[in-house]
């Protein structure tokens, strides 16, 4: 069974029910109210007639006669002081019926009034005790016939007009079911295709509700996928591409070594030209699944990482390196006046700017940014990590060679170089900063890149002041 019709026998369920409740509440009430105005109407009646026929005789003449007498006497008097339609009860028996029925048990009556059908007539019955003489009732016998079918009369238009009234509703309620269902529709079908990898067409609503939302949010999502997939295509060919140049060294100097007679010199020198490829090609490798590792889980368990240890940590590793090119790395702090302090890189435990994130993540952004100040310096000069905690900001700095203004905006792309000559020689993969500005992107942070030509490079990662 489809959700529509569902929805429509649910709404049809509850206002039949709404309805029909209403309806037959409101047509009792009616009936109710007017039998009791009848009722009403009736006992101020008898209630005038009580007083001419208290007036017969006084209680002292009615006990000198004999029983016999006394009722003949009654039955007279009650003749003259009521109409047709009373009768005059004493206890279980009636002695003087002037109604038009048969009076077959009086006590089954209680003092208030009764309905009783008789075929196709309905009589309204009161019964009133006489207080000037024990044991004596009036009891009165009305035709209400019409008051009766005058209510089933309500009760038929109520049920044409309730049953008019329905069928419009439900009619009005299918529309707009229909249009309500017709846009989960068309996000059934834009599901369907971002499934089959159509990602052009998107779900457009005008409502401002709940499937609004869910449009918006499936369109986002559309969007991020195709860009993700772009962007994987692009990684998966430029790997491709850029894995030609050190294949095909390793396999000519492999072909070199196997076929061709070679010094001994010629052989140190093919082997140590087939290292640097297949360095480089684990370097690429390595970094392009860590780049895929973003889009297939982005989410990260964040917790506090004390930056300073972090970049320790990569000094650690790079130690070797920079003492043998002669670099200057330096850790300092500064605050929100710009004075800076030098954190010794032989210290222990020393607190400086603490951020939520992924330990081994920021190690590897903060590792990527010092291994290209190192790869722009090309031997001595100066590497700075600043920490200015109050902004939320880190900032990696060297003096090498620079970036041109041209290549600024180009160079958070996966596999794009600056000189690709002097990256190859690095054995760089043009990974290192396209890695980077996802990492910071997962930490909620952003990237921003000063450079100058001959001049050096600033890499700011600005975190949020919530991270």
Known sequence: MKIKTKIIGLVAGVLFGA????GTFAINQYMNASIRKLADVEMEK????????????????????DEAA??????????????????LLKGRECIKNMTKYEI???????????VQPLGKTYLLILKKELPFLKD????????????????KEQAKWYLVVFLFVFACSIT??????????????????????IKNGDFNKKVVLTSKDELKDLSDSLNRMSDQLQQQIEDLEFLLGSMAHEMKTPLTSIIGYTDSLLHVRLSDHQKEQSLAAICRSAGRL?????????????????????????????????????RETLIDKG???????????????????EQKGVRGMAVQGDPMLLVSLFSNLVSNSIKALEGSGKIQIILIPEKHKVCVQDNGVGIPSKDLPHVIKAFYMVDKSRSRRQQGSGLGLALVQRISKAHGAKIEIESRLGEGTKVWICFLSSN
């Open 19 to 22: 309805c029909a409740f209403c």
């Open 46 to 65: 008898l209630e005038l007639a009580e007083r001419a026929f208290s007036q017969v005789g006084t209680k002292e003449d009615l006990d000198a006669m």
């Open 70 to 87: 006394r009722e003949a006497y009654l039955r007279y008097q009650f003749e003259r002081c009521y109409q047709e339609g009373y009768a």
């Open 104 to 114: 077959t048990a009086p006590e089954a009556l209680g003092e208030n009034y009764v």
């Open 136 to 151: 004596f009732w009036v009891l009165s016998v009305q035709d209400i016939t019409s008051t009766w079918e005058e209510g």
């Open 172 to 193: 009005i309620a299918a529309a707009v079911i229909g249009h309500m269902l017709k846009a989960l529709v068309e996000l059934r079908d834009q599901a369907e295709r």
């Open 282 to 318: 684990d370097e690429m490798s390595g970094k392009l699944l860590q780049l895929m590792g973003f889009y297939e889980n982005e989410k990260i368990v964040k917790k506090p990482v004390e930056l300073v240890d972090v970049m320790m940590w990569i000094y650690e590793e790079n």
């Open 327 to 345: 670099i200057d790395f330096k850790i300092v702090l500064e605050n929100s006046a710009g004075v800076q302090k030098e954190i010794g890189l």
